[in-house]
C-alpha cells in the first residue's frame, strides 16, 4: 500500500497567517490526491481533491499544489473557523491510505 | 438533497456480531462506491474498505481483511460493515463516504458516523 507521510503533525497559528501543511507518499500518485478537514463532532469535509480543484462551497483561502510525490495544502489567510485537523488521502489506487493528520490551532 | 445517513450509536460485548448501515439517497447509489473508514478515540482517520455496489466489487484493505465484512443491498440503498465476532479492539467511531465510479471528485459525501462501544 501507499504510504502517506504529512507533516508536521501539528502547529499554532494566529488568525490571518498563512499556514502550509505538506504531504508526501511513498510512490508516485500523479494529482490522484485529496484533502479534508475534520472537526471534533462531526464528519470530514472533503476540501481539495485532484491536488488542486476546490470543492464546491470551500473558501478560496484554501489552496492546494504538487504532484508526483510531494503535496501542500495551503491556509492562505487562517480563520478561527478553520481550527481542525487536516487529513490527505491518495486517490491513486485501492487500498487508498490517509496521511497521519495536522492539528491546526490558533 | 444528497445525504448519506448511518445507523444509531451500537454497544456491544465482545464476541457479539453487528452490522451497522449507511444508507444513500439523493444520487444513484449504484454509480458511487462506498467506502468505510474508522477513526478510533484520539487517533487519525484510518481507509478500511470500499464497495461498489453496481456489481459487488469489494476492496479491504489488509489490516482489516478477515476482520469485517463489506456488502450492500443495491435495492434499499444501503451499504454495511459488518463483525463476526467484536474485539474491545473495534470501539469506534466509523464512517462511510461516496466515491464516484471513475474515482474523480474524492470522498464528496460523508454519513454521519457511527460510534461502537465493545466492553464486557
Known amino acids: 500500500a501507499i504510504q502517506m507521510t504529512q507533516s508536521p503533525s501539528s502547529l499554532s497559528a494566529s488568525v490571518g497567517d498563512r499556514v502550509t501543511i505538506t504531504c508526501r507518499a511513498s510512490?508516485?500518485?500523479?494529482?490522484?490526491l485529496g484533502w479534508y478537514q475534520h472537526k471534533p463532532g462531526k464528519a470530514p469535509r472533503l476540501l481539495i481533491y485532484?491536488?488542486?480543484t476546490l470543492q464546491s462551497g470551500v473558501p478560496l483561502r484554501f489552496s492546494g499544489s504538487g504532484s508526483g510525490t510531494d503535496f501542500t495544502l495551503t491556509i492562505s489567510s487562517l480563520q478561527p473557523e478553520d481550527v481542525a485537523t487536516y487529513y490527505c488521502?491518495?486517490?491513486?489506487?485501492?487500498?487508498?491510505?490517509f496521511g497521519q493528520g495536522t492539528k491546526v490551532e490558533i | 438533497e444528497v445525504q448519506l445517513v448511518q445507523s444509531g450509536a451500537e454497544v456491544k460485548k465482545p464476541g457479539e456480531s453487528l452490522r451497522i448501515s449507511c444508507q444513500g439517497s439523493?444520487?444513484?447509489?449504484?454509480?458511487?462506491?462506498i467506502v468505510w473508514v474508522r477513526q478510533k478515540a484520539g487517533k487519525g482517520l484510518e481507509w478500511m474498505g470500499v464497495?461498489?455496489?453496481?456489481?459487488?466489487?469489494?476492496r479491504i484493505t489488509p489490516s482489516f481483511q478477515g476482520q469485517v465484512t463489506i456488502s450492500a443491498d443495491k435495492s434499499i440503498n444501503t451499504a454495511y460493515l459488518q463483525w463476526s465476532s467484536l474485539k474491545a479492539s473495534d470501539t469506534a467511531l466509523y464512517y462511510c463516504?461516496?466515491?464516484?465510479?471513475?474515482?474523480?471528485?474524492?470522498?464528496?459525501?460523508w454519513g454521519q458516523g457511527t460510534t461502537v462501544i465493545v466492553s464486557s
Open positions: 488521502l491518495q486517490d491513486y489506487n485501492y487500498p487508498q491510505t
Open positions: 464497495m461498489y455496489p453496481g456489481d459487488s466489487d469489494i
Open positions: 439523493g444520487y444513484t447509489f449504484t454509480k458511487y462506491w
Open positions: 463516504a461516496r466515491r464516484h465510479e471513475d474515482g474523480a471528485g474524492g470522498l464528496d459525501v
Open positions: 510512490q508516485g500518485i500523479g494529482d490522484e
Open positions: 485532484a491536488t488542486s
